[in-house]
């Protein structure tokens, strides 16, 4: 290589002096300056280098585990949209969105008055009703006693006993009547029927409420329901009262077990929606909450367990790792490619086949320094 003295800087400048002396000689001759590129490489630089790997034995399986994921959603298992079942004015609201409440207690009531009204005339007719029973009654005794002496007709015995049906039925008929404003003086005050928490308050005071419209939404507390969806094949598997592994988002382990599997599919999804609910500690779930399901499965496939940090991505969606094989100088070893199809995960490794061998060493780590063919040397192995 050939430099012209007039563009070479000055050598009094350190950081030149030190790079000519890193690479080369300098030589004057012929009025330029010349470098000469000296070879500093030690040829023995390589000896006592070769790359150390991390291998394990690898250990053949008859089965494995197929952990199937599917996503959950935690429901209430009572959700209620509540109402009055008479109309009214709407009189008091005792509990407010957010509040626990208990079976049977009031929740709000209606505006009564003209229901007290009716009922206190009701009650009059009820009272006159029995009065006239009472009166015709004795009226047929004594005219059963004339008939006796026949000073009345028998067609005035009959009449008189009519009259006493007749009025029974009247004071029959209003006491029914009073009943039925008692039970809509009752239904005139909202109750929970069952212990939840209020989700939405839908009506204040002063609103007149139709027949059934919805005054408070409930959600019942206590142990929740999860519900997702399996693919058919699968739900012919599943069976009430099996357990499955699950984890909330905010990292919760749970138990589930199958508590019920709809004949059906979901129209949306097609696939067939299973309930189940926490064998213990689901009272931290929230209604809404995601739930990841994790359902095990044993599958009869030989192959091996790796883990994920031996395996790299390949072609054609397939999995590449290495294994080492003896070299014919002792001591070392020789990488190999091998391509694997991966049937398994679980967190950290993998359930992989391909041309893989029982008590071969498969190289754990560290994938991104090595190649095929290169010659290794092997640390301390481990299973």
Known sequence: MKLNHRTLPPLRRPWLMRLLGLTGLIVVAGGGWWLHAANTADPR??????????????????????????????QATRSSMLGFEVSGALSEVRVDEGDAVA???????????????????????????MAAEELARSTLVRLERARVSNAVSAQQVDEAARQVDRQAAAAARARAQVERLDVDLAKSRLLAPYAGRLQR????????????????????????????????????????????????RNATTLNLRVVRILPGRDPGTRAVPVFAQPIEGGETLREGELVEVVISETESQTGFWVPLTALAESARGLWSCYVAEPAADGGLHRLARRE???LSLQENRAYVIGNLHDG???????????????????????S
Do not use: N, Y
């Open 45 to 74: 630089a390589g000896e006592g280098q070769t790359l150390v790997v991390m291998t394990g034995t690898l250990t053949e399986t008859a089965t494995f585990e197929r952990l199937r994921r599917f996503l959950g959603e935690v």
């Open 103 to 129: 079976a049977g207690e009031v929740l709000a009531t209606l505006d009564t008055r003209r229901l007290e009204a009716a009922r206190a005339e009701a009650v009059a007719g009820l009272e006159e009703a």
């Open 201 to 248: 308050r839908l009506a204040d005071e002063g609103t007149v409420l139709s027949a059934g419209q919805p005054v408070f939404e409930l959600r019942e507390t206590g142990v929740p329901e999860i519900r997702f969806s399996v693919e058919a094949e699968l739900a012919q598997r599943v069976k009430p009262d099996m357990t499955f592994a699950a984890r909330a």
């Open 340 to 342: 694997v199809e991966i």
């Open 360 to 382: 071969e060493a498969l190289v754990l780590d560290g994938l991104h320094r090595i190649v095929p063919g290169q010659t290794v040397r092997l640390a301390e192995q481990s």
